[in-house]
């Protein structure tokens, strides 16, 4: 059985999968960065990258107006959870669920006192004066939550003592809440942790990076792996950085676009689809369940969907989908009815 992160791998190396489990911007065009990278090759893997990525560090201190000594370089974002929970090792933490798994796994591994709760709790009852860290991600996986800057700096500011690392892998799937990396500078309890993966079409290349005070970043290059983030991967991000324009994402299409499936799917009496403002969204089936909604689609239409049941908060009933555009998703919502119609 194909699950989680196989599922994504499985569809990405099957071009005849319709693959609407990624959450990985589809219609990125990367052939010059392919170029570049090509070019750079020999060289590349004849010498060691830099211990620390300190080429890239420095760009990102530029663009954002922060000193190198705010900014880690990882191996991806996950490799960032997983440097933060080894760097404070046992503390207390709070996670909102539904939320990524690595965030509670990368704690658990470091012997955190992990605690839950749903992020549709009002936030006024979440036991912040209990924990040392908290995370939060805006836009949220698996449900497309977004959390209003307003509140998000009422929530920090309230808590102080709480560190609050904030995921952004996908802060440019919505075109509200848009925070800054050096919002650090003026909340040094907000840590954020950024990737290049989804908005720029790369998650092979594992590239990523924190952002937080110089007292959370010195604590964190205690524990940071040298050479851990490969030549390859630091010279896309810092292609990236020299040529936005190459890279834009059409979010505002893709919303729509979001919009439009997430309307033809609640024609359907045996759907409830539930709100997002991004690019993905849950849907929780009211018969059936995801596991045989996933696999009808995957065997009879060759259609690749999210079941969302590994999620905390969440049960055999939910599955997450990301948009594409108007004709797949249209062929999506044409598998989908005929799953219904065949399901008693």
């Known amino acids: 059985m194909i699950n989680g992160h196989g599922e994504e791998y499985f569809a990405e190396n099957n071009p005849a999968i319709l693959n609407f489990s990624s959450t990985v911007w589809y219609g990125g065009d990367n052939q010059l960065l392919f170029e570049h990278l090509i070019q750079l090759l020999p060289e590349s893997i004849q010498h060691y990258p830099e211990a620390d990525g300190a080429t890239l560090r420095k760009m990102i201190a530029r663009r954002h107006e922060l000193s190198e000594n705010n900014i880690v370089i990882t191996n991806g974002p996950v490799s960032a959870f997983y440097l933060i929970a080894q760097a ?36 006024e009852e979440w036991p912040l004066d209990e924990v040392d860290f908290c995370f939060l991600s805006t836009p949220n996986n698996p449900d497309g939550r977004i959390m209003s800057h307003a509140e998000l700096i009422r929530l920090v500011s309230k808590h102080p003592k709480v560190n609050f690392i904030i995921d952004q892998a996908y802060a440019n799937y919505t075109t509200t809440n848009l925070l800054k990396p050096g919002i650090s500078k003026q909340y040094p309890n907000i840590i954020t942790v950024w990737s290049f993966s989804h908005t720029y079409s790369i998650p092979g290349l594992r590239i990523g990076y924190i952002v937080a005070n110089k007292n959370i970043t010195e604590q964190l290059s205690k524990y940071l792996i040298p050479w851990s983030v490969n030549t390859l991967a630091i010279e896309a991000a810092k292609y990236i950085l020299i040529h936005p324009a190459q890279f834009t994402l059409p979010i505002r299409k893709w919303q729509r676009a979001t919009q439009e499936l997430m309307s033809k799917l609640r024609t359907f009496d045996d759907l409830e689809v539930i709100p997002s403002e991004t690019t993905f969204f849950l849907v929780r089936l009211k018969k059936g369940t995801a596991a045989q909604l996933r696999m009808y689609l995957l065997n009879t239409h060759n259609i690749l969907i999210r079941d969302a049941s590994g999620f905390h908060g969440l049960n055999e009933s939910y599955v997450r989908i990301t948009a594409r555009d108007e004709e797949k998703n249209n062929i999506l919502v044409g598998a989908i009815e005929q799953w219904l119609n065949e399901t008693k």
């Open 88 to 123: 404070f090792a046992g503390k207390k933490v709070l996670i909102p669920v539904p939320s990524f798994s690595e965030y509670e796994e990368a704690m658990r591994l470091y012997d955190f006192n992990i605690r839950l709760v749903s992020n549709l709790a009002p936030i």
